[in-house]
């Protein structure tokens, strides 16, 4: 007996040339992986929903070139190789020239196809290094369904035995790295030494071992927000707009909001996100007892003033 339901006018799932997408490994494919959204699909694959931030593109190692470095949510640092063709051995010995160069724990070689052999050589990288070191093979593909913008794709070919497993056990509630802890610890200070002292933040919400602090300012536009960025060692207070109509209101009184706080701002538009970022940094190691205060009380400040001056031109 039939359900009465019928199915029609479904589309065709064609694989697009990965040449008709992205012309030039460097100038295309590279650019393209680097914006956030695209290295976020990079990483669901990867980091099984972790994240990855890019540092920067085209990253000199000697007289070569890394195409990406990145750090995941651990604060690891990660190398990715890009090759819109079939592996060959050099691109394996670049990768992992790139990998030694930066002192990347995470390897990831992205592929259109894989020889056997190199995928082997992988595998066997993998079961025969430390324990630190993770390397992948993946596959890129692109899909459309008729004429639909292609859809790219990432295929695990190879991969460390149980990664996902120990990402997700990492990130689990009682298994948090000791950088992680440092952050918590460090945002407990801010947040006790914020409640002494601060005459326009309402209230500071119990920190979590997390690389950022959120301060909430009373408005669903936005939020203020402490970071930690132990790699290039800084750290910044920004005002995080939740959309771009609240970024370009802003950016228009731009010249205005910097006299209130008395600082010069670096506006990120951040064009391929929704939101946007308006931010200051302070140099120095969070970690370092030597300027440890400093940047506490650094921090704090500057909240107290941001959540004195940005609620006024929400």
């Not at 190692?61 to 050099?90: F, P």
């Not at 996902?164 to 030494?193: C, I, P, Y």
């Not at 950022?212 to 930690?228: C, E």
């Amino acid at each position: 007996m039939g359900s009465g339901l019928e199915i029609t006018g479904l589309g065709k799932l064609e694989q697009v040339p990965l040449r008709e997408v992205w012309k030039h490994e460097a100038s295309d494919f590279t650019q393209w992986l680097a914006l956030p959204e695209n290295v976020d699909q990079l990483a669901e694959v990867v980091l099984g929903g972790g994240s990855l931030t890019v540092i920067d593109t085209e990253v000199n190692v000697g007289s070569y070139k890394a195409d990406i470095l990145a750090m995941d949510s651990e604060e690891r640092i990660v190398v990715i190789e890009n090759q819109l063709g079939q592996t060959d051995h050099d691109h394996l010995g670049k990768i992992l020239t790139y990998g030694a160069g930066k002192q990347a724990e995470v390897l990831v070689w992205i592929v259109k196809d894989a020889r056997e052999e190199h995928e082997n050589a992988i595998n066997w990288l993998n079961e025969h290094t430390d324990e630190s070191i993770h390397l992948f093979l993946i596959q890129i593909e692109a899909w459309k369904i008729g004429d639909s913008a292609p859809a790219p794709r990432f295929n695990i070919i190879a991969k460390p035995n149980d990664w996902l497993k120990a990402v997700k056990q990492s990130t689990a509630a009682g298994s948090v790295s000791d950088l992680k802890l440092q952050q918590q610890a460090f945002f407990a200070e801010v947040r006790e030494l914020g409640q002494k002292v601060s005459t326009h933040v309402r209230s500071w919400a119990k920190p979590t071992p997390q690389h950022w602090y959120d301060i909430r300012v009373g408005s669903g536009k936005g939020q203020i927000s402490i970071t930690l960025n132990s790699q290039k060692s800084y750290v910044g207070v920004e005002f995080y707009a939740n959309n771009k109509d609240t970024y370009f209101s802003l950016e228009r009184r731009g010249p205005e909001i910097e006299a209130a706080v008395g600082v010069t701002l670096d506006w990120q538009e951040l064009p391929n996100k929704q939101a946007s970022r308006i931010q200051v940094t302070k140099p120095g190691d969070f970690r370092n007892g030597g300027v440890r205060q400093e940047l506490l009380e650094w921090a704090v400040q500057t909240v107290d003033t941001f959540a004195l001056v940005f609620p006024k031109y929400l």
